[in-house]
Nanobody
């Protein structure tokens, strides 16, 4: 079992930046992958970015070149640097940790980008 807590969300103008953080209650070293998902208003939760235990990253096409995912196994944290934010980036952002056969989710943090 692991408890994930997201932070760093807020209200920002288009073109601005935010840095989201996900803090885990125990070591994340064993998790094969960690990821950020977004649930935009009226939509299903979708993958934004993921990172494996070896550092391989994957991004949704809509955020490539703007967002950067990273993880710090020593500090049990994962981050998402979000630059050049757009109104369509608005949503609740969730942290996910995957360690087969289990997956753990945080409670989410709201990101609102105004035009």
């Amino acid at each position: 079992q692991v408890h994930l807590v997201e932070s760093g969300g807020g209200l920002v103008q288009a073109g601005g930046s935010l840095r989201l953080s996900c803090a885990a209650s125990r070591t994340i070293f064993s998790f094969n992958a960690m990821a950020w998902y977004c649930r935009a208003p009226g939509k299903q939760r979708e993958l934004v970015a993921s990172i494996t235990s070896t550092g391989t990253t994957n991004y949704a096409d809509s955020v490539k070149g703007r967002f950067t995912i990273s993880r710090d196994n020593a500090k049990n944290t994962m981050s998402l640097q979000m630059n050049s934010l757009k109104p369509e980036d608005t949503g609740v952002y969730y942290c996910k940790a995957e360690g087969a056969p289990y997956a753990y989710w945080g409670q989410g943090t709201q990101v609102t980008v105004s035009s």
